[in-house]
């Protein structure tokens, strides 16, 4: 978990400044070697080490717009995924789908730029399963803004009638963009959600990876043992802007501060001190964990940028006979002949 | 409306925009905004910038991520004769909503023989070119330019930013007000020179279906809209060096559609280049093209569409380029009438 957490991190402090190449002074989101929106998700590591470290290869897991912490525990190919952020040819979607769009298929990782709607296909993955009878189960990831969501609820509701091996995690920052959750909720805790569809629903206050754990554990072997899905709410913390460029003029200073304050490294740091484990192994976990990102930093960075035809394959895996090049040479002439 | 008369000021569209909802709104309580960070934050593309600061939060109203109940609900508030102004950031995001756009927002007027009226602005950005992918770059106006029902406005300056949405307020219809995000003028995706215009202090409005001549030529005409409009005066501009004098049509509504602005202008070029950011098939260029056809077969020497191959956006710099159509692409069709 550890490991996880802090590649996770580290992954992203350097995305953050590749990304920033090119977009300073003035920033420009379509300038620089990473191109489009970055969501980054410092703070909020907890919430995909502590219960993606219980699930094994087979297991699907949806992510939000805010993927790479979750891609990372859940074993997304770190490389590829490195090129596909970095639009290259030999991404994990060959450059088409970018940072909100991973796909890696080898470890049943998806995620979409729509809010709740991971959710669905989830639930879908979870029938999958069900209906083969294997024990692989499903994880949908969503934030606290995207539980007001139609398909979300719909989601709940489909799970529970058909007895489905999901998990909902809901990631709860406190915002929604500028929104903040009491503006735009009435629950407070929003496992609560989970009372309407008779199903168990568990909150976790403190973004602790190890109650993170513990709480998922149970979620997740309720889900592997056939009893159905759970919704589980960790509170976690947003340390940056929405997405990169957000001023978050918005967002008061003490709450940016406290979101500072409350690090989950450095809780786990401290518990894994408190078992024993002594700082250098801490460090050693550390610097991997450094070397791994930078490795694939580098890596992504020597790929091939794709040729600009590649953007005309890939609509089918199967093209229709006839439909081979989406731009084909029309000329029309009308006229008096 | 001259450049240094007293009314006018220079406004980037976003401000255009905003100034003729705020008078909109100080004009009418019947109006008010609904959106995700609309108040707060003013819009992710500052469509509404110090709105809240004027009209508090009763009036700009924060929503939950909740599109089919506020959408939906800004249908049932117009339909009690509120006039809801409603935004979803990026068109993109429409199809969560689908129902209540579609079947609802557009057909209630219909389905109730004209007894039930829908008087709201739905507003949306739209359009690519700053690589963020197939799920936040599209256009779509021939999505929703195909359902009967809906009026469909897309502005290109600031002149037209304001006169088109004062209009859609005052509209007793439905009308989906699509912006390009890259037309904007906000700061972290600049936009290109043409969209600042000078725009006056007063309300005015411009008409639905009307198109306006941004450039007149004698050789071909080039029918377009929203950020293809300063693409193709480009175009134009670079070909003027060559000698080829090319008119430039910006139809600022999709629906009502000005065919006759159009037809006229091709009865005098004989040339027809039709651009469109949206998809090729089944879209805004086929229609212009038939619609054409359909008026005056006869003036047509020849006819060019430029529009996005039916491909997803992709996310990658060079294949985005590749599909997006640019001055070269709008250029290289225009030479190909000649
Ligand atoms: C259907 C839909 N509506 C709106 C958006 C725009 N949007 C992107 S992220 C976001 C806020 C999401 O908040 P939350 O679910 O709390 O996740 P967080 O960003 O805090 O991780 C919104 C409104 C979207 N992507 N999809």
Redesign the interface.
Known sequence: MYENIVTARHYEERLQEEYLEGKQP?????AGPI???LHLAAGQEAAAAGVCQHLRDDDTVTATHRPHHVAIAKGVDLERMTAEIF??QT?L?K????H??LFDPEVHFAC??????GCPPAAGAGLAAKKRNEDSVAVAYLGE??I????FLESLNFAAVFDLPVVFVIEDNDW????PKE???DVENGAKRADGFEMPGARVDADDAVEIYEVAGEAIGRARDRNGPTVLEVQVHRRMGHFM?DPQ??RPEEDQEAAAERDSIERLERDLRNHGVDDERIEEIREAAHERVEAAIEWAKEQP????????ED?FVNPPSGVTD??PD???????D | MSENSAETRELTMSRAMVSAIAHEMRENDEVFYMGEDVADYGGIFDSTEGLREEFGYDRVMDVPISETAYLGAAVGAAQEGMRPIAELMFVDFFGVAMDQIYNQMAKNTYMSGGNVSVPMVLTAAVGGTYNDAAQHSQTLYGTFAHIPGLKIVVPSTAYEAKGLMHNAIRDDDPVLYMFHKRLMGIGWLPAPDGPKTPVPETDYTIPFGSADVKRTGDDVTIVTLGLHVHRALEAAEGLAADGIDAEVVDLRSLVPLDTDTVVESVEKTGNLVVVDEDYRSYGVTGEIVASVADEALAALDSVERVALPDVPIPYSRPMENEVVPDVDDIAAAVRRTQ
């Open positions: 003035a920033f420009d989101i379509s191109p489009g929106e639009g290259r991404g979607g450059g088409k789908g970018g909100m769009h979409s730029g729509i809010i709740a709607e803004g995207a007001d969501q139609g398909a929604a963009i500028s929104m503006r735009v909720t460029g003029t918005y940028k794709p040729d600009p035809s590649d953007a005309h609509i989406s731009e029309f000329e029309f002439a009308g006229g008096d």
